[in-house]
């Protein structure tokens, strides 16, 4: 159980709760495809939870490494870009045909294109165990929860459809913007 807080090795401590918040994101994408959105909602934020932890593990216990940075990373691509975007396709979008369906459509896939970018140009900008105070643009954690919150909106009847592709458009735009957002 030594590699566990060994930081070369690919399966230490750290990275294991990454792959926990993998799996929680490969599970939600399924249950999504079943409509069963309550649940892939709540394992979209069991691997949040884990999101935070494995930074939190790697810095304690001196675990950062390259290979660490870019699971990491992967982890937010699939749990906080592709989960929650595919989540208001199928749930609001999929309700949608015609040139309404297509916006949705392109804004989506800027989404998916913005949270992208971030996470490449945080890995190019990252040192390995390195905290900044500020993140500079909505980290995608947090873009993936302002997306949860429209889709609630909408759910409950506060939001209509449509504007659900506005906010859409202005959180992927947040994401590479030059808004300040604490770290914590």
Known sequence: MKFLLTPSSHFNLANMFT??????GLLATYFI?????????????????FDIFDGK?????????????????????LSFVLVPVFLIFEAVYSS???????????????????????????????DAGGVEKYFTGVPTPMGAILL?????????AILP????????AVIAWSLNSKIKVKHL
């Open 161 to 168: 459809s449509y504007t659900v592709i506005i906010f859409m």
């Open 33 to 49: 495809t079943q409509n069963n959105f309550f649940l892939a909602i709540i394992l979209a934020w069991i691997g949040g939870a």
């Open 96 to 126: 949608f045909d015609g040139i309404l369906l297509a916006v949705a459509g392109v804004v989506s896939i800027c989404y998916v294109f913005s949270g992208l970018r971030r996470l490449i140009q945080f890995n190019i900008n990252a």
């Open 148 to 156: 949860w919150l429209v889709y609630l909106a909408n759910s409950y």
């Open 57 to 77: 593990i790697a810095r304690k216990y001196n675990l950062s490494n390259e290979f660490g940075i870019q699971l990491d990373s992967f982890a937010d691509f």
């Open 19 to 24: 792959f926990v918040n993998i799996t929680a």
